[in-house]
């Protein structure tokens, strides 16, 4: 009896656990529109942001903003003692950028 006390604590010492651990569960909550915030209002997108959903580098989002002469936002941020200059892009720029880099649609009528 002692032996299988012993085995027992060595086993907690080393780490595991004596009951399994349960699987994760997914959200149950109604899925969150990609483009709008809780506040109702409309998500601007950062050019990294736009890459990553885009599944594109930034320097081609910015080329596409350049040939196709898309709407943006310029915008300050301070970090620290510098200043960065941030481009925002808006949510239907950004899915016409899907539309063409990801789906492969001709591009045609870009929002300007």
Known sequence: MNDDRLVHVEQ??????PEPRPAPEPPTGPPK???TREDGGVEWFTIAEAARVCRRSENTILNIISRYQLRRRR??????RRRERRILLAPNVVRWIQEVCLFRQPPVNPPR
């Open 33 to 35: 529109h990609e483009f």
């Open 75 to 80: 915008a300050w941020t301070v970090r620290g």
């Open 12 to 17: 907690e010492e080393a780490g595991h656990s």
